[in-house]
């Protein structure tokens, strides 16, 4: 045989056996200490590039715009997954702020398993998601107040500038009577440190996370925190369409509830090593009880802050009373099975 076609031969036999490996590139718009880019998306990604055989991958990519782009950018085939905060886009998607309600008293990881069942339960038609293939619905760890002024008082809040993120934040803000500032969480190191704010409502891991145990004196932390953040990630349906059968049902085992309460965990984890950070630091750190004054204030000052959002619900053809009940009783087991 001519030596020529003998080589192209081999070639083309070793290049048919090779399979390239499809990469999905997930748009992130949190710093790569954040959990989900330290834990939750390459966790997903390693458990999805495992049960495809090698055939799907997962890259992070950074620096592709404001977090409330970020739907948009999946919508327009810009990138192939992203996740972000429901509250950077008033009015789309109100359903799963459900979770985001004062009263809840669980962690993230119990709080994400139950909006994922109570988001599946009752709100599945509601088509906020239409267009995308929803992933996960999960939430951020308590928010609580990290600020350049002690916290003895609600009294000590009023008319203070304090960055929100949007959501029910606008509620407590209101209630509390303070002077709120919308930024997304990445901006609030630059604002604290330039004196533009004065506090912020946020979970305790960004102290850590981002940095704010060098530009806050006070850390007050709530037992059951002030509220929960509700987040989606979401995937284009084009993209997941054009994947095999095979590798579609790879995706769908390892995504929805499982990739919602993965990424509740991992915000928890934050948490305690963002109080941690803190205290090494020199911040001080206020660790509430249930029993103390400022604790019963606030509980007070938001015992009627859920009737907003089941007004919402109710308004929208939801039984939205009944909901939010399935959702803390669903949180609730999940507490006393798995602890937290």
Partial sequence: MNIKKTLSIAVASTLASVSYAETLRVASWLPPTNPMNEIVIPAWGKAISEAT?????????????????????????????SYSYHGYVPGRFELPQVVEQPGLGANAEAASYALWNTYDKYFADSGEFDGLKLLALFTHGHGQIHSNFPVNSL????????????????????????????????????????????????????????????????????????????????????????????????????????????????????????????????????????????????????????????????????????????LRDTAQQYTEQHGG
Avoid at 64 to 79: A, F, Q, R, S, Y
Avoid at 184 to 211: C, H
Avoid at 264 to 280: C, I, L
């Fill in 155 to 326: 009294d000590d809040l009023k008319d203070k500038k304090i960055r929100i993120g949007g959501g029910v934040q606008s509620i407590l803000a209101e209630e509390l009577q303070v002077t709120t500032v919308g930024a997304p969480a990445p901006k609030v190191y630059e604002m604290m440190q330039q004196g533009v704010i004065d506090g912020a409502f946020l979970p305790t891991g960004e102290q850590k996370i981002l940095r704010l145990s060098e530009v806050t004196k006070y850390l007050t932390v709530f037992p059951d925190g002030m509220y929960m953040g509700s987040f989606s990630m979401f995937m284009s349906p084009y993209v997941f369409e054009d994947l095999s059968q095979k590798d579609q049902e790879a995706i769908n085992r390892i995504s929805g509830l499982s990739l919602s309460t993965l990424a509740g965990a991992a915000w928890d984890k934050a948490d305690v090593t963002g109080v941690e950070s803190a205290e090494e630091n020199g911040v001080q750190v206020t660790i509430l009880a249930d029993g103390d004054d400022l604790v019963k204030q606030l509980n007070t000052k938001l015992a009627d802050v859920a009737d907003v959002w089941v007004k919402a619900a109710d308004a929208k053809g939801y039984q939205g009373e009944e909901a939010l009940q399935y």
């Fill in 53 to 81: 055989d090698g055939r799907i991958d997962v890259e992070i990519v950074y620096g592709l715009g404001h977090p409330k782009t970020m739907w948009n950018l999946v919508e327009d085939g810009i990138v192939d997954v």
